[in-house]
């Protein structure tokens, strides 16, 4: 189960995957979980993008609140 803050960045990172700050803590749990990844751009920068499976659970907690 994740906490109140890893629903919270997983949530930034749906709508603001650029406001994000890669040095989070909750950053660790949601790349373990496979819920985000980090994408590699052409520019050399990264970039968090939701994964399928963070996807599904955005929608589910969208869906009960």
Do not use: W, Y
């Not at 970039?47 to 499976?53: A, D, G, I, N, P």
């Amino acid at each position: 189960m994740l906490s109140p803050h890893e629903f919270a960045t997983l949530l930034l990172v749906k709508d603001a995957p650029n406001q994000v700050d890669m040095d989070r803590e909750e950053l660790d749990a949601l790349l373990e979980h496979q819920l985000v990844r980090l994408e590699s751009l052409a520019s050399g920068h990264r970039e968090l993008r939701l994964t399928e499976s963070g996807d599904s659970a955005v929608k589910a907690i969208k869906r009960l609140s």
